[in-house]
Every structure is written in C-alpha cells, then in structure tokens.
C-alpha cells in the first residue's frame, strides 16, 4: 500500500494524504520524502491555490514519528538529523505563500500535532483528540512544532499544552485557539472546501501578500533558529534513560 498520496482537484486545491492508518499514520522517513516533494510542488506550481494535508482512516491524523522507525536512532546526532530534517520540512510548510490547512480526520499526538500547527488552519472531525505527548516520552517536540506553538497561541496556552502533555477535546482544543472549525467527520472534506473557497478566489498576489506579513516577522524573530533550538534540546533529551525506557514500553505494548 502506498504510504503517502498527493492530488489535485479542479479548484486547485491540493491535498497530501499520509496513507498509513495501520500505524495511526505515523512519519517515517519515506513520508518525509514524499511530504517535503508535495510542498515543493505546492510552491511551485502556479496552478495549484491551496494545501490540506490530512491522514487515512477515521481513527488518526498523525501519530507522529515512527516508533519503529525511528527507535534505532541512540545517539543525539543520530536523533537530530532526523529531527532536523523533518523540522526543516515544517518550516517550508509554515512560510509557503499559499494557504495550508491541516484536516484533522482524528488523533493528532506527538508530531502529528508539530504538522498540524505548521499549517495556516486546523479544521477537525468532532472526534479527534490532540496531544504534545512527547512530554510523556521524556522529550520535548522535536520538529519545531513547540516553537510555532508559541507563535500561534496564547503564551500561557501554548505552555500548558506542552508542558502538561494531556490530550484536548476539540473544545478545549477550540477554546485554547488551536482549531479554526470543527465539524462531522461525514462533512470533514466539505467544510474544508467551503472553507478555503472565499480564499482561494483572491487573487495570488494578495495571498501572497498576507502571507509575507508573519513570514516577515518570523524571519525578523529568527524563527528557523529557534525552531532549530528545539531540535537541539530534543537531541540532547534522545539520550536520557527517560525517553528510552518510553520508547521502549510503547514497543513492548507492541509485542
Ligand atoms: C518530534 C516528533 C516525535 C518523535 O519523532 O519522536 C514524536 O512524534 S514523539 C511521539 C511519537 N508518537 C507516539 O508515541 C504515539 C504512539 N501512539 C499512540 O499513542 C496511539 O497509537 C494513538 C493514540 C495514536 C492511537 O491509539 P489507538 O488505540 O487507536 O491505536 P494503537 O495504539 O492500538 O496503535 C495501532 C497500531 O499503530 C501503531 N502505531 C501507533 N502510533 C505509532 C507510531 N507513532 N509509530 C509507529 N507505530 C505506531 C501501533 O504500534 C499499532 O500497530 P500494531 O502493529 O497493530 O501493534
């Protein structure tokens, strides 16, 4: 089965699907590849309006990195090339000057809540939950997705989902400000059209414009380089006995 699919419809919506719902979606570093060529694709396509990124399935958006994958990775070199590589792809998401929505059609835990903040708008299924489980794992997130957090949502707000690691509703969810809608699953596809509809409708130009206010500030900010702190610490956190005796009982329940 193919883990990642990529398409375009007559509105020039595109929409990048992470097609693994056996693994609750998770990134490995094939879907990286492919994400990374999607955005690339987005950005250079002038026919192509818009991007919503979303998972296969009912039961999960994202799971984030892949466990199985990504548990050989011992040392904090090791760990941060792969973090660095899938932050650097986050980053391109977050400034591409075309609208990204990520279309959450369930769970978002761990780097599946880092993509999803890395995109314009979140839109959800009544049913999803939302995480930054990486706490829990005795880590902290580790593709830049904490940084853009703290971007996006109240400071106090963006502290407590970190920190406390606990999964959101989508009401608490959409009180804290990280959902712009929620919806029936049913609708999920629908509602995100009508979404980006009225959007999608301006001209390029002006999309582009709006878009280069925040990338502005960020670039002002030094946001890559903070984005690429975090990848450090979460490094660094790789090796701690904390996070491999949590990798290693999530694998356990595996087996
Ligand atoms: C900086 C990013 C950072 C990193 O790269 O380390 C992270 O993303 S850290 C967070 C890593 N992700 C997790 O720890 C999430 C682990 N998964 C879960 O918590 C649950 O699976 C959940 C809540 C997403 C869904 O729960 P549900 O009960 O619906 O499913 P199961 O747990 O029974 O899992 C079904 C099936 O999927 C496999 N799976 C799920 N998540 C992952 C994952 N992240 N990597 C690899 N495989 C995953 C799980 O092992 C089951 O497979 P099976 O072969 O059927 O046992």
């Known amino acids: 089965m193919v883990k990642t699919k990529f398409f375009v419809d007559n509105n020039g919506i595109s929409t990048f699907v992470i097609n693994r719902p056996e693994k609750r979606n998770a990134v490995d570093y094939e879907v990286m590849t492919s994400l990374e060529k999607a955005i690339s694709e987005v950005?250079?396509?002038?026919?192509?309006?818009?991007?919503?990124?979303?998972?296969?399935?009912?039961?999960?958006?994202?799971?984030?990195?892949?466990?199985?994958?990504?548990?050989a990775l011992e040392t904090a070199a090791e760990a941060?090339?792969?973090?660095?590589?899938?932050?650097?792809?986050?980053?391109e998401l977050l400034i591409l000057p075309k609208p990204?929505?990520?279309?959450?059609?369930?769970?978002?835990?761990?780097?599946?809540?880092?993509i999803a903040i890395a995109c314009d708008f979140r839109i959800s299924a009544a049913h999803s939950e939302f995480g930054f489980i990486q706490g829990d794992l005795g880590i902290t997130t580790g593709w830049g997705g904490g940084t853009i957090l703290f971007e996006k949502l109240r400071?106090?707000?963006?502290?407590?989902?970190?920190?406390?690691?606990?999964?959101?509703?989508?009401?608490?969810?959409?009180?804290?400000?990280?959902l712009s809608y929620v919806t029936s699953y049913q609708e999920l596809a629908m509602?995100?059209?009508?979404?980006?509809?009225?959007?999608?409708?301006?001209?390029?130009?002006v999309l582009t414009?709006?878009?280069?206010?925040?990338?502005?500030?960020?670039?002002?900010?030094?946001?890559?380089?903070?984005?690429?702190?975090?990848?450090?610490?979460c490094s660094l956190?790789?090796?701690?006995?904390?996070?491999?005796q949590a990798v290693n009982n999530r694998l356990q329940k595996k087996a």
């Open 43 to 71: 950005k250079a396509n002038p026919h192509i309006k818009a991007l919503v990124i979303t998972g296969a399935g009912s039961q999960a958006f994202c799971s984030g990195g892949d466990i199985s994958a990504f548990h």
């Open 80 to 91: 941060e090339s792969m973090l660095k590589r899938m932050g650097r792809i986050l980053y």
């Open 100 to 114: 990204t929505v990520a279309l959450l059609n369930g769970t978002a835990v761990g780097g599946g809540c880092e």
């Open 155 to 178: 400071y106090s707000d963006a502290m407590e989902m970190l920190t406390s690691s606990q999964i959101y509703s989508v009401e608490r969810a959409k009180q804290v400000g990280f």
């Open 191 to 205: 509602r995100c059209e009508e979404w980006l509809l009225p959007i999608i409708t301006k001209p390029s130009a």
């Open 209 to 233: 414009a709006y878009k280069q206010m925040p990338i502005a500030k960020w670039s002002q900010v030094g946001l890559w380089e903070r984005m690429e702190a975090e990848i450090d610490h």
């Open 237 to 244: 956190l790789w090796e701690s006995e904390e996070h491999k």
